[in-house]
């Protein structure tokens, strides 16, 4: 039981047991809003509708359940990042999809980049551990020989490629991670925030696009 299933949004997984999709649902908001310490596996089982017993037939411990939704959330935050940085198409179509994806899909799971961030923060030798990045940096590294090689063209100014792809990441993740701030700030409500999103899927990519342009 337990088993890690990668699929992309946790409320679309075809579990063939519901009680593990309702504990994996429960668990998800629990460790969201209280972290890892903060979790109790009885407020899990309350929220999922059932015991602690039968919650422990499925997840024998909090970090074992814990481990499980972590995955899950990570891989809907970078599912498509490698897939789309080995695309071979032109250095601004890349940017676009990056961005593109990345907005869409913390859209569509709000809850990932504070959770994710969290417990990379909580326990970051875990997080090497368990996902090995230093397996999965060949793409990075092809989209940085990218952008070096349209610099060297003189298509875009001469910027260091981390920057760039700091610069379209912080872009695309910050308002989600700033939401109740930007809700304050720009006095609006949920609906207002999703159309501002919505919005920036396409003025992100033009912004990134426009300030590495040679005029």
Same mark, same amino acid.
């Given at each position: %039981?337990?088993?890690? %299933? ?9 579990? &063939?047991?519901?009680?593990?999709? *309702? ?5 998800? =908001?629990?460790?969201? +809003?209280?972290?890892?310490?903060? $979790? ?13 017993g039968l919650l422990h037939y499925y997840?024998?411990? *909090? ?7 972590? $995955?899950?959330?990570?891989? /809907? %935050?970078?599912? *498509?990042? +490698?897939?789309?940085? #080995?695309k071979d198409v032109d250095l601004y ?18 809850f990932i980049p504070n959770f994710i ?6 326990? !970051? ?9 230093? +397996?999965?940096?060949?793409?990075? &590294? &092809?989209?940085?020989? =990218?952008?070096?090689? #349209?610099?060297? *063209? ?5 910027? !260091? ?18 939401? !109740? %701030? ?16 919505? =919005?920036?899927?396409?003025?992100? $990519? =033009?912004?990134?696009?426009? $300030?590495? &342009?040679? /005029?």
């Amino acid at each position: %039981m337990g088993k890690f %299933m990668p699929y992309f949004h946790l409320n679309k997984m075809a579990y &063939k047991n519901p009680t593990e999709e *309702k504990i994996l649902k429960a668990a998800q =908001e629990v460790f969201q +809003n209280k972290g890892f310490t903060g $979790a109790r596996m009885q407020e899990i089982a309350d929220k999922a509708g059932i015991n602690k017993g039968l919650l422990h037939y499925y997840f024998t411990s *909090k970090e074992t359940l814990f481990k499980q939704v972590f $995955a899950i959330a990570l891989k /809907k %935050m970078l599912g *498509k990042l +490698n897939e789309v940085l #080995e695309k071979d198409v032109d250095l601004y179509t890349k940017i676009r999809l990056i961005i593109d994806n990345y907005i869409f899909i913390l859209s569509k799971n709000r809850f990932i980049p504070n959770f994710i961030f969290q417990e990379i923060n909580r326990d !970051p030798e875990y997080f090497n551990k368990i996902y090995q990045f230093k +397996n999965n940096i060949q793409s990075i &590294k &092809k989209f940085e020989e =990218e952008i070096k090689a #349209e610099v060297k *063209k003189g298509n875009i100014i001469d910027i !260091p490629p981390k920057q760039l792809i700091i610069n379209i990441i912080s872009m695309s993740i910050f308002p989600f991670m700033a939401k !109740p %701030m930007a809700k304050t700030i720009f006095d609006i409500s949920d609906k207002e925030f999703n159309a501002l999103i919505e =919005e920036r899927r396409k003025l992100v $990519a =033009e912004f990134t696009i426009q $300030a590495i &342009k040679i /005029k």
